[in-house]
């Protein structure tokens, strides 16, 4: 009985996620009442109250979950050679391809900069307890600047991928941020 509970209590929280997503697509989360997301999933409001606060609730939610998600995945690897970078930022690419409606959405609705930011923490905690201050013997401050520079870059490549309906694959991309984070402004001076 629990399992069959569990699971109608996964599918509700799914259905409630996929229809705040469809309706960040077309206008800001402001404007969304907790009413037209559960008209929507075809679910009742006291359901949606039994689950989520109100709709900012929700977001926060689905971001927990894609940050907690990625986290995982990112600490499931080690990436101490160029090599596992390049597969890391592929991998990740895939990631966001799988959930391009999600991507698409957080990264461009009016909250975005809640969503970005945690992507960033996220990235920036990975790369300064994994690679900057091993590799590039950097204090703590010099590091976290560094960190920001090159992950608020490659979430700006990603976003301008996202919105040229990802044309190049995710190998491709992940190869051009992983030269431009290693080559910097010497791979321009080259072209």
Request: with cysteine.
């Amino acid at each position: 009985m629990s399992q069959k509970m569990d699971r109608r209590k996964k599918y509700t929280r799914n259905v409630l996620k996929e229809s705040l997503v469809k309706l960040l697509a077309d206008k800001p989360l402001s404007e969304i009442t907790v009413k037209e997301i559960c008209t929507l999933a075809d679910i009742n409001r006291s359901t949606f109250y039994t689950h989520y606060r109100d709709h900012y609730d929700l977001l926060h939610k689905i971001e927990d979950e894609i940050t907690e998600d990625m986290n995982r995945y990112l600490h499931s690897y080690s990436y101490e050679h160029e090599e596992e970078s390049l597969q890391m930022t592929e991998k990740i690419l895939e990631y966001i391809i799988e959930h391009k409606l999600m991507f698409e959405t957080l990264l461009n609705i009016d909250t975005a900069s809640t969503f970005e930011k945690r992507l960033m923490d996220l990235t920036r905690n990975f790369m300064v307890n994994n690679w900057v201050e091993d590799d590039y013997n950097m204090n703590m401050a010099e590091s976290k600047y560094l960190s920001s520079f090159v992950i608020s870059g490659a979430i700006h490549v990603i976003k301008e991928w996202i919105d040229q309906d990802m044309k190049e694959s995710p190998s491709e991309m992940a190869a051009m941020i992983n030269r431009f984070v290693s080559e910097g402004i010497s791979y321009l001076e080259e072209k």
